[in-house]
């Protein structure tokens, strides 16, 4: 019995095997495949995390509620809610006066005057109205004055409290009118309720 060589299927065997080598070096489409299935899974999860992180810092930034301090920063409204015999006996520098029709010069005038109110007793020889029920039990009144011509709003950008020292770093808002926001400089209050704390001294800084 005469036995069939091996070799030709071995040869054949071979050639295919190149063959699928061959089709797969020239269809880059075929080793390409399972990275663009891994890409469209992975890429909605990366812009989902990338969302979730621009929300949150959108959130931190749209507002302070440490200490649960909230400005009413809107000064024209905030006259509104001062007692004139208050207002008048506390003008700033340079500010506009309606009891003597002129402005205030005198170097007895501060620049600026903040002030903390920490008793209802306080509160009432200030304010003849304001937005919200105080409890003083828990919450404080914490006020800063100045002179300026400008009407637009003001917000809080940030909050410290250190050692019976309070800071409180805040900013205009932009006005959208399209005429000037202006008006003749007269004496504004920023006022802020928080969280009542044990301070000896508190600071409002200005910036942009």
């Not at 020239?26 to 299935?37: D, E, I, K, S, Y």
């Not at 003008?91 to 920490?118: C, W």
């Not at 105080?134 to 250190?162: A, G, L, R, W």
């Amino acid at each position: 019995m005469v036995k069939i060589p091996l070799i030709p299927e071995i040869v054949h065997k071979s050639a295919t095997s190149r063959n699928r080598q061959s089709n797969l070096s020239c269809n880059p489409t075929r080793r390409t495949a399972p990275m663009r299935v891994l890409l469209k899974r992975i890429l909605p999860l990366c812009l989902m995390v990338v969302m979730i992180l621009s929300l949150i810092a959108g959130l931190a930034g749209c507002g302070n509620k440490k200490y649960n301090a909230v400005m009413y920063g809107n000064v024209y409204e905030n006259r509104t809610w001062l007692n004139d015999e208050f207002y008048e006996n506390n003008l700033t520098h340079g500010s506009f006066s309606s009891v003597t029709g002129d402005y205030v010069q005198d170097e007895t005038y501060p620049t600026y005057r903040t002030k903390i109110i920490v008793e209802k007793a306080e509160f009432d020889t200030v304010f003849k109205e304001f937005p919200v029920e105080v409890d003083f039990e828990q919450s404080m009144i914490v006020m800063h004055c100045f002179t300026t011509s400008s009407s637009n709003p003001y917000k809080i950008k940030s909050i410290f409290f250190d050692e019976q020292a309070l800071t409180i770093n805040y900013k205009q808002l932009t006005s959208k009118k399209t005429v000037p926001n202006a008006s003749m400089p007269i004496s504004k209050w920023v006022i802020v309720k928080m969280d009542k704390l044990d301070i000896d001294s508190a600071e409002f800084i200005f910036g942009k």
